[in-house]
C-alpha cells in the first residue's frame, strides 16, 4: 500500500492467503504486560517497516482498547534484527508475523494479541506496469504464477516432505517449520472481489492512522489478465 500511495507503477496479480494467526504482537514471558490495554505508554517494534501487517495488527488492536499510536512509541526494526534483539530482552513488545512469531513463541514469548478478527490474511503478489507492458515479460509472468499455484497444490498434498525440505533450507526443527508451515502460505489463487474489500479496509485504516499520505483505491491496482479467475 506505502508503494502504491507514493505514486510506484504497480499492479496486483495474484493473492496468497495466510492464517490470521500467522502474525501477533509478542510480550517477553516475564512481561507484566498483560492485556493490549498494557502497552499505553510502552514502546512497541515492529516488522519491518511503514505499510507492514504487523503495523496494521498494532493500530487496530489498539483502536480495540480504545487506544491509538500516539499512545505509545513505535519503532521500526528488520524481522532478523528484531528477532535477535526480542531473543536478548532488548525488546519488551514487538508485532511481528512468521517464520519470527512461531520462532519467538517456542523460545518463550508471550502472544498478547494475535491477527485472528483484525487481519484477513490476504496479501498479493504485485509487478511492475512496465513489465505488463513487455509482451515477453507478460508471458513469463503468466507462466511463473502456474508455476507458483503448481508449487502450492505440491505442498498441500505432500506437507510432510516440504517441512523436510522447509527445515533444510532454514535450519529450523521439523517441529517449528510443522508449525509454521500449517498457517503460512494457505492458499495461492486469483484475485477476488472480496480480496479487494479486505484490502481496501486495510488501505483506509493506514490512511485514517496517517501512515498514508494520500487514499489508495485497490480495485484500480488490480490486473486480471495475467492470473484469470476460472
Do not use: C
Request: charged share 25%; aromatic share 6%.
Amino acid at each position: 500500500m506505502t508503494a502504491a500511495a507514493s505514486g510506484v507503477p504497480i499492479k496486483i496479480i495474484a493473492t496468497n492467503v495466510s492464517s490470521t494467526e500467522s502474525l501477533g504482537i509478542l510480550v517477553q514471558k516475564d512481561s507484566s504486560i498483560k492485556t493490549v490495554s498494557d502497552l499505553k505508554g510502552k514502546t512497541i517494534a515492529i516488522s519491518s517497516a511503514q505499510g507492514s501487517i504487523a503495523q496494521h495488527l498494532v493500530i487496530e488492536a489498539l483502536k480495540e482498547v480504545g487506544l491509538t499510536t500516539n499512545d505509545v512509541k513505535i519503532k521500526f526494526i528488520l524481522p532478523t534484527d528484531a528477532s535477535a534483539a526480542f531473543k536478548a530482552g532488548e525488546i519488551e513488545v514487538w508485532g511481528t508475523f512468521d517464520p519470527y512469531m512461531t520462532i519467538a513463541v517456542n523460545n518463550g514469548a508471550r502472544v498478547l494479541r494475535t491477527g485472528k478478527g483484525i487481519s484477513s490474511g490476504v496479501g498479493f503478489l504485485t509487478v511492475s506496469e512496465e513489465a505488463l507492458k513487455d509482451p515477453g515479460k507478460k508471458a513469463a509472468l503468466k507462466d511463473v504464477v502456474k508455476r507458483f499455484e503448481k508449487a502450492w497444490e505440491w505442498q498441500q498434498d505432500n506437507k510432510e516432505e516440504y517441512d523436510k525440505l522447509y527445515s533444510k533450507i532454514t535450519g529450523l526443527p521439523e517441529d517449528v517449520s510443522r508449525e509454521i508451515n500449517s498457517k503460512v502460505n494457505a492458499e495461492f489463487r486469483p484475485v477476488t472481489e472480496s480480496d479487494i474489500q479486505a484490502v481496501q479496509k486495510v488501505a483506509d485504516s493506514f490512511k485514517e492512522a496517517g501512515v498514508l499520505q494520500k487514499s489508495v483505491k485497490v480495485s484500480e491496482l488490480v490486473d486480471n489478465e495475467i492470473f484469470p479467475n476460472k
